[in-house]
């Protein structure tokens, strides 16, 4: 556990050091730097072990400053391929390393005259306001805190999920000999196609350094690690790459739901990250809108109002996102048959770019959300499909989905 003795009343408590909560503490830094801050986190690092990726799109201006020291690679776009055609993106892609974001968020709290860091603390309890930390493990003291403002953001909980799932083993590689790629390939579809529809992720890290994730959209949560290993090692031996030695792993299953709510934030307490609903249900990434709620706080902070009513004010924008995306999901899930998935990714990805970059950025315009339908339809879509999936997600029919979404274009 951290030395730093518990501070007894705070701005924000951040309970869970993870994505959300590190970039709530240094877009908060960024707009008050003596805002009084603590993070909570009860593994002994910030950000546990993953590699998060964005988009260029995802960052506003002003975050750039504050958010570039966590930038550990960056590249000019990207790729995708499929077995009819593959596409290159000039949409600008960086990636964060967990290990990076450990030493930048405790670098920057340690030099605010107010912001701290504890790891290795459990939160026990959580009220609008209060915190209850045990401190030294199971039997330790219990201490509590409290706050203007706590922030929960305890990641992705266990909880069963409607929907489906996005599962991946990912390794970190050096080569024995240049690889030869100089952007990401973000969606390589032309393997075979396993557990529904399988891809394969590659990051460029170092002239003979890449990370490599067998990932799949799958309707079971179980996560078959020796074969997405199997997997990922054929992949890599068919693209010709030895490999000199594995750095690192890192695995992951999210919830791809089509019924998801937010938690709605009230005084003293806002439910941020992925247990709040702050998410992208058809990526299951998290970074765009876990930025878009750090900001919204640091700006309230720095203002003096209250960040739950200025999260809560942004409620209503995400949900209208939330559920296109979730329509999508159910869509993806229930009108396709795992084999024929790839064909919904391959329609997507001949969209214009900007709507494929707001797509990742979970803020689709009605125009956008019309692409989507509009076109030669993928592989899979017929009418006897749609009428022998019945409703939509929230009652809607698929008919009326298919035929509202172009109404929408403005
Ligand atoms: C391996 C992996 C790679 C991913 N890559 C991307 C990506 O490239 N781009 C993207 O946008 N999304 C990505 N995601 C999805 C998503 O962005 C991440 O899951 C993200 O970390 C979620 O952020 P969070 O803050 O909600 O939760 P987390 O980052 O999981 O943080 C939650 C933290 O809370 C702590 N905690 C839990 N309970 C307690 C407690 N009682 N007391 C104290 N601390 C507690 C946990 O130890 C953890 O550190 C990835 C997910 C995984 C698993």
Redesign the pocket.
């Known amino acids: 556990m951290s030395k730093e003795p518990l501070a007894t009343s705070l701005d924000l408590a951040l ?7 590190g970039l709530v503490a240094l877009a908060t830094l960024a707009a008050r730097p003596d805002a009084r801050i603590a993070i ?4 002994p690092a ?9 988009h260029d799109g995802d960052l506003p201006d002003d975050a750039r400053p504050w958010l570039e020291p966590l930038v550990a690679r960056r590249w000019t776009g990207y790729e995708v391929r499929f077995a009819p055609y593959r596409r290159a993106l000039a949409s600008g892609y960086a ?1 964060i390393t967990s290990a990076r974001f450990d030493e930048v968020v405790r670098a920057t709290l340690a030099a605010a005259p107010h912001a701290r860091v504890h790891t290795g ?4 309890a959580i009220a609008p306001g209060k915190v209850t930390v045990r401190a030294g493990g199971d039997g330790g003291p219990l201490h509590t805190v409290a706050a203007t403002t706590v922030v929960d ?4 909980g266990k909880a069963a999920v409607t929907g489906g799932w996005q599962k991946f083993v ?1 390794q970190e590689l050096e080569l024995e000999a240049p690889h030869g790629l100089t952007d990401p390939v973000l969606m390589d579809a032309t393997v075979p196609q396993v557990d529904g529809f399988r891809f394969v992720y590659v990051l460029p890290l170092g002239p003979d350094r890449l990370l490599v994730e067998d990932t799949c959209f799958s309707e079971d949560p179980a996560l078959d690690a020796p074969r997405l290993r199997q997997q990922l090692a054929a992949y890599v031996a068919a693209q010709g790459w030895r490999v000199r030695t594995q750095l690192r792993e ?3 299953v ?1 919830p791809l739901p089509w019924q998801t709510e937010v938690v709605p934030p009230r005084p003293g307490l806002v439910t ?4 709040g609903g702050w ?1 992208h249900p058809v ?6 809108v ?1 930025l878009r709620v750090a900001t919204t706080i640091a700006h309230a902070v720095a203002r003096g109002d209250d960040p739950a009513a200025a999260v809560a004010a942004t409620v209503p924008a995400h949900q209208a996102q939330l559920r296109f995306a979730l329509r999508l999901v159910w869509m993806m899930f229930r009108w396709f048959p795992p084999a024929s998935r790839a064909g919904v990714l391959e329609h997507f990805y001949r969209l214009p770019e900007d709507t494929v970059r707001r797509f990742y950025a979970l803020a689709l315009t009605g125009r956008d959300q019309a692409r989507m339908f509009l076109g030669r339809p993928p592989r899979g879509l017929s009418w006897r499909a749609m009428v022998r999936a019945g409703g939509g997600p929230d009652g809607i029919s698929a008919r009326t989905i298919a035929t509202r979404a172009p109404e929408a274009a403005s």
């Not at 309970?15 to 909560?21: S, T």
């Not at 953001?153 to 992705?156: E, K, S």
């Open positions: 309970v869970g050091g993870g994505l959300q909560n909570f986190e009860r593994g910030l950000g546990g072990n993953h590699t998060w990726c964005f990636c603390v459990d939160v026990v953001a305890r990641g992705p990912g890192e695995d992951g999210l941020a990250g992925y247990q998410f990526t299951g990434y998290s970074f765009p876990a």
